[in-house]
């Protein structure tokens, strides 16, 4: 499955997973400082843009670790951030050996809340297994489908390291919002008539502005921002 088709498959399955919980204002904007954080509660995981690039080509947004080589974090490490209800399934299509993905909503993120869902790294054998070991699956979208492990296979999930993040927020964005955030991308591009990818490679960050729906922030480590610019360069007519 390529990297386009693995975003899509992300972002269809958080959408069967229920209505959003509305937190904050509608351009993302902070609560006063005296409710941003009760006292005596664990620190909650950090906000979309706050996102800490590191030498080594990793990075550490919302309170996890992106990187494609040792110290990424877990799925493991996503459920102990997020609690127990965190879903973790495979989305395959026909064919296809799928990816492993682990779905948060709410997810809550200091005054922010939207969808998240998290893609780990898995081989093909792997996933294989997984699939065929599932106790259900269901229909996503068009063929696509989402197997739900069988118990005695979370563990070998949740052991997997992550390797992207999407996150679908509650509050709109406009392009104001998006440059006071995250700052001047490095590249603006447009594609399929209502999408702007807001590109930020030292950050690993494409923001997608989405005029006839919801925005999406795809996170990988900057290391591997090729995941998320290439397939867009591909889609770009010559000239």
């Not at 399955?13 to 902070?30: E, Q, W």
């Not at 998006?178 to 209502?194: E, M, T, Y």
């Not at 921002?225 to 770009?236: D, G, H, I, T």
Request: aromatic fraction near 6%; charged fraction near 20%.
């Amino acid at each position: 499955m390529n990297k386009v088709a693995i975003l899509a498959g992300m972002v269809a399955g958080s959408l069967l997973l229920g209505t959003l919980v509305v937190v904050g204002g509608d351009r993302m904007k902070a609560p006063a400082p005296e409710a941003s954080q009760a006292a005596g509660t664990e620190p909650a995981p950090g906000l979309p843009w706050q996102i800490e690039a590191r030498p080594d080509g990793s990075s550490r947004v919302m309170g996890l670790t992106l990187s494609t080589g040792p110290g990424a974090s877990t799925l493991a490490d996503v459920r102990r951030l997020f609690g127990a209800e965190v879903q973790v399934a495979i989305i395959a299509a026909p064919g296809e050996a799928g990816s492993l993905e682990a779905f948060v909503d709410p997810a809550q993120l200091g005054f922010v809340s939207g969808k998240l869902v998290v893609t780990a790294k898995l081989d093909d054998a792997t996933l294989k297994g997984l699939r065929e070991r599932a106790i259900k699956s269901d229909f996503m979208e068009s063929a696509t489908r989402k197997y739900t492990l069988a118990p005695e296979d979370e563990a070998l999930a949740l052991r997997a390291p992550i390797a992207a993040l999407s996150f679908i927020p509650q509050a709109r964005l406009d392009v104001d919002a998006i440059l006071a955030r995250f700052g001047q991308p490095a590249r603006r591009v447009k594609s399929n008539g209502h999408l702007e990818h807001f590109l930020y490679p030292d950050k690993g960050l494409d923001v997608i502005l989405d005029s006839e729906g919801k925005e999406l922030l795809q996170y990988v480590a900057p290391a591997a921002f090729e995941q998320l610019s290439a397939p867009l360069a591909a889609s770009q007519p010559p000239g």
